[in-house]
């Protein structure tokens, strides 16, 4: 062995190893020259030729394969092979040879075996075609294997079940459970049979075994028709079945019979609950019959009344027969049939009878000769005849219209040809009377012999309500005639021609015209013609619009006036109708309504002067707070200066003092602006975030100063849980609370002032909060507490001399809170103070922490190097803002217009401009509008107005801020470091 490669130190354990190991040439035959000893236990010993080809191997179907399977004698073993090329040898190396055991399964041959004859289909296959198919499919389907594998397979399946298969095949694959189905598949002689397929996907490839069932279906196909036979003999019959199995007396019933019932899904009743269907009157005799048919089997057939379960009454007839064995009743049944039409006609027969019987209208039975054959009871008692033995009553006795023979001879022939006629005459009875009547002739043929049926109306009551209509008619033409304005009708048939089928005589006067001409008025042209050339066109369309929406019309329009050449004003209204054959009519009037223009142009001129009263009143009120707050910035900031510089404690308290009546006045001037847009109906609200707690603070903080001046105590009493932030308009809410707590500050001396905020209600989106403002001060009168919340009222004139102020606080106050949905209430007594409160809801918002910001440091070389550009036309306003802004060490440089500061940033630059909105040459707003265009640089807008008067016009023109004059200092450095920053 050492020649052929094979080395002494590996050849022991090689040959004693548990698995086969063999070696062959790589020359043709392949001769195998080296096994050890599981070889030859296993495959060896069954091995006659003991080469490559004795194995049935076809080596060059392996050359690319690391391991292959040997199949001999019906059994299969796994080697791994080794080439000749990867070992440096001249052989073949098959090691790791293991039998592939199989636990029972049949082998190959015995598989075969089965295949080839079970009778149903069974194939392997992938995505939608048959990689192999058992033989049987021939004789299942007619074709060879060849001719179903490979090939797409929807192709043989019935149109009507593809999709349905194509649906489940497609559920099988994402893994549904549903894995049968069954379809109609077409067979080589052209013909579909039913086949039963299970289906199952493994790995990608599906396994199907298929059955044909084509007896099956066609079993089913006329069990189902004989069903559907006996189900429609049941439906046209309207009889359903009904069977009891006893001793249980489990009740069935066939599907006709819950239709005859009214139920709509089908129910299990007891015996007990099919009794409650009938009438109480029946109930005795069919749990009589049915007592006796399961106790004996006596059989019974009845005609009952039952109530269906929607509440509705037939009659029925059931039938009930016995099935006995051994002499006992096992079973009960029957049938069930509705026959309440066939009943119900007997029933109208005689409802028919007796009502031509009772019948108001005399009604006649004739021969073609005139003789009366028949006569209902309001005959007999009107003509006042009856039928004898020797006398027999003819037309022409009674009917005046029949006096001679011919007209009797005309009418006849009338009737041969049209079959029916309507006639007016008078009926004659036997004692003389006469009466008129309205005669209706039907020509019928009844077995070959022709009658004629007349039914005669007495019509003498309506002959008098005619004359009465006539009487009135001519009344209501009359009134037409004389009613003020004009009454039309007006026609716009289907080719959309206008014209009028009536006009009253008043469209004389309202449109000026004559009587030939109105005589002659049919065309809407006519009538436009009259009307003022502006208004023609409103007058038309307006028409238009209302015949094609059928909704009434209206307009105001104005008629020339022929004598004078001016105009009046004519109110035209009408409602329009569809009429049958496609026209539109209109039945409507026109009015002269000159007077009532002339009122609404005078209450019109009215409401302009009012309207102009109130904006110079608004205008006034503007101008003056402009006025005033230039004057009283010009003192806050002179007052801001003087207390930056150093100065006594006298002079502070003094500064101080100035700065208390300047805030006085300022709340004054707000106060008349706020009343001036709450009467205008201008004041909105806004619904921004804030926190409540720091802004009843800064409302406390700032009326500290107040409160030590006037000597009171005044006292916070929130909890931390109004620590929330909500959405709401903080300025509105301080200025509520600072009119409540100035109020109460300002009555009360050497006392208390108590704020209390309580939370009331809480959830995920609200919080109700309580306000109460409580001071021990002069109180109000019971009678006086309702006027303290009017305009310009302070309960006595000497409040005013005393206390000062405009009245106008708790009037703005009630009206903020009306706007935030609440009410202020007040509890009082004089002498012990009193106690303002109200609740306002808010919507709560998240809470969130505000990224800390340092700010800009007023020492840091970078602020002072800050340039700014003032623009104000006042010396004053200008000489003060001069010196705030330089006590903050910042450089800047003033201009007197705004077209002098769009000059000034266009040859310089400025990191900041300070923006007086009202100036001579070019204001404010137009001067930022310019500075937008050729520069970035933050514009900051100073004005006396109200922020919310200007805000819409501070966005549209791109200010970068705004701080309202008399200015605050810390408030104008503050928006300075922010647009700065």
């Known amino acids: 062995m050492k020649e052929r490669g094979i080395n002494n130190t590996f050849k022991k354990i090689i040959y004693e190893s548990s698995e086969m190991v063999f070696l062959a040439d790589d020359t043709y035959p392949y001769n195998i020259f080296y096994t050890n000893v599981a070889f030859e236990k296993g495959l060896g010993q069954f091995l006659d030729d003991k080469t490559l080809v004795g194995l049935g191997l076809d080596i060059n179907s392996y050359i690319f394969n690391e391991e292959l399977i040997i199949t001999y004698q019906e059994k299969e073993y796994v080697f791994n092979l080794e080439l000749p090329q990867e070992n440096g040898s001249n052989y073949f190396l ?47 389907l007619g074709y060879t294997q060849d001719e179903v594998t490979n090939v797409e397979l929807c192709q043989f399946f019935h149109a009507e079940d593809l999709p349905k298969a194509q649906e489940l095949w497609l559920e099988v694959k994402n893994g549904n459970e549903i894995s049968r189905f069954i379809a109609r598949m077409l067979h080589k002689n052209g013909n579909y049979i039913w086949i039963d397929w299970q289906i199952n996907f493994i790995e990608g490839k599906f396994y199907i075994i298929g059955k044909d069932v084509s007896e099956e279906q066609l079993s089913k196909s006329h069990h189902e028709w004989k069903f559907e036979l006996f189900k429609l003999g049941e439906k046209i019959s309207k009889s359903g079945v009904w069977d009891i199995s006893l001793p249980g007396n489990q009740v069935y019933w066939s599907e006709e019979l819950y239709r005859i019932f009214e139920i709509d899904q089908p129910t299990v009743f007891t015996l007990e609950q099919n009794l409650l269907f009938f009438l109480p009157e029946f109930r005795p005799v069919i749990q009589k019959a049915m007592t006796e048919l399961m106790a004996i089997g006596n059989g019974f057939d009845l005609k009952l009344k039952i109530k269906t379960q929607k509440g509705n009454e037939k009659w029925v007839r059931m039938l009930g027969k016995a099935f006995l064995k051994e002499n006992e009743v096992v079973k009960v049944y029957g049938t069930f049939q509705d026959i309440s039409d066939s009943f119900n006609l007997l029933n109208e027969l005689s409802l028919f009878k007796e009502m031509f019987e009772l019948s108001p209208e005399t009604i006649l039975i004739l021969d073609l000769e005139g003789n009366i054959i028949f006569t209902n009871q309001e005959a007999k008692e009107k003509l006042d005849f009856s039928f004898k033995d020797n006398y027999s009553p003819n037309i022409f006795d009674f009917d005046t219209k029949f006096k001679e023979k011919s007209t009797w001879q005309e009418h006849v022939l009338h009737l041969t040809e049209k079959k029916s006629r309507i006639y007016q005459s008078r009926l004659a009875n036997a004692i003389g009377g006469e009466y008129e009547v309205e005669v209706n002739c039907n020509l019928t043929e009844i077995q070959g012999k022709k009658y004629i049926i007349s039914f005669a109306r007495d019509i003498s009551d309506r002959i008098v309500l005619e004359n009465s209509l006539k009487e009135s008619s001519d009344f209501l ?14 026609v716009l048939d289907k080719e959309g021609e206008m014209t009028f089928s009536y006009l009253s005589p008043g469209i004389k006067d309202l449109l000026g015209v004559e009587g030939d001409e109105f005589s002659g008025m049919k065309h809407i042209g006519q009538a436009i013609n009259k009307v003022h050339p502006e208004d023609i066109a409103q007058v038309l369309t307006s028409t238009v619009a209302s015949a094609r929406k059928l909704k009434p019309w209206a307009c105001q329009f104005r008629v020339i006036e022929n004598i004078t050449g001016g105009f009046k004003w004519v109110l035209g209204a009408a409602k329009p109708e569809l009429m049958e054959n496609g026209d539109v009519v209109w039945y409507g009037y026109l009015t002269d309504i000159s007077e009532q223009k002339r009122f609404e142009n005078n209450l019109k001129n009215a409401r302009e002067q009012a309207e102009r009263a109130s904006q110079i009143k608004s205008e006034f009120l503007s101008m003056i707070s402009h006025e005033l707050r230039t004057p009283l910035n010009a003192i806050s900031g002179s007052v801001y200066s003087l207390l930056q510089d150093d100065h006594s404690q006298v002079q502070a308290s003094a500064l101080n003092t100035i700065n208390f009546a300047v805030d006085n006045l300022i709340i004054m001037i707000n106060d008349l602006l706020d009343y001036q847009k709450i009467e205008a109906g201008k004041l909105t609200l806004e619904n921004n975030p804030m926190n409540l707690k720091n802004v009843v603070g800064q409302v406390m903080n700032g009326l500290e100063f107040h409160a030590k001046d006037s000597r009171n105590k005044l006292t916070l009493h929130m909890l931390e849980e109004l620590n929330i ?12 609370l600072n009119n409540l707590i100035t109020n109460a500050l300002k009555f009360t001396n050497n006392g208390k002032v108590d704020v209390t ?10 919080a109700k909060v ?25 309960i006595q004139h000497s409040f005013s001399k005393k206390y000062g102020g405009t009245g106008l606080g708790l009037s703005i106050t009630k009206k903020l809170l009306e706007q935030m949905d609440s009410q202020i209430k007040i509890e009082s007594e004089v002498g012990i103070g009193s106690t303002f409160f109200f609740e306002i809801e808010f919507e709560k918002i998240s809470k969130t922490i505000p990224a800390e910001s340092k700010p800009a440091d007023l020492t840091d070389d970078r602020f002072n190097k800050i340039k700014l550009l003032m623009a104000e036309d006042n010396d004053v306003n200008a000489l003060v803002l001069g010196k705030i802004i330089k006590k903050w060490g910042i450089n800047y440089e003033r201009v007197h217009n705004g077209q002098e500061a769009v000059h000034a940033v266009s040859q310089g630059k400025y990191d900041c401009v300070l923006m007086d909105i009202q100036m001579p040459v070019m204001d404010g707003f137009e001067a930022t509008k310019i500075i937008k265009t050729i ?23 791109g200010f970068t801020g705004y701080v309202s004059k008399p200015i605050d200092a810390a408030e104008l450095l503050k928006k300075i470091k922010e647009v700065l920053a």
């Open 94 to 140: 098959f090691y790791k040879g293991k039998e592939i055991k199989t636990k029972g399964m049949p082998s190959k041959r015995e598989t075969q075996l089965f295949l080839k004859n079970w009778n149903d289909i069974i194939g392997i296959g992938q995505e939608n075609f048959l990689t192999w198919v058992s033989e049987s499919v021939e004789n299942v």
């Open 935 to 957: 520069s970035n640089v933050p514009v900051i807008a100073l004005s006396a107005a109200a922020k919310q008067d200007l805000l819409e016009k501070i966005e549209e023109c």
């Open 725 to 736: 932030d909500v959405k709401g308009d903080k300025v509105r809410l301080a200025q509520v």
């Open 757 to 766: 905020l309580r939370l009331k209600e809480s959830n995920a989106g609200k």
């Open 770 to 794: 309580y306000f109460e403002v409580k001071d021990t001060g002069v109180g109000i009168a019971k009678e006086h507490q309702d006027r303290i919340f009017d305009q310009f009222d302070q």
């Open 477 to 490: 033409l009359h009134l037409t005639e004389q009613v003020p304005g004009a009454l039309y009708q007006f």
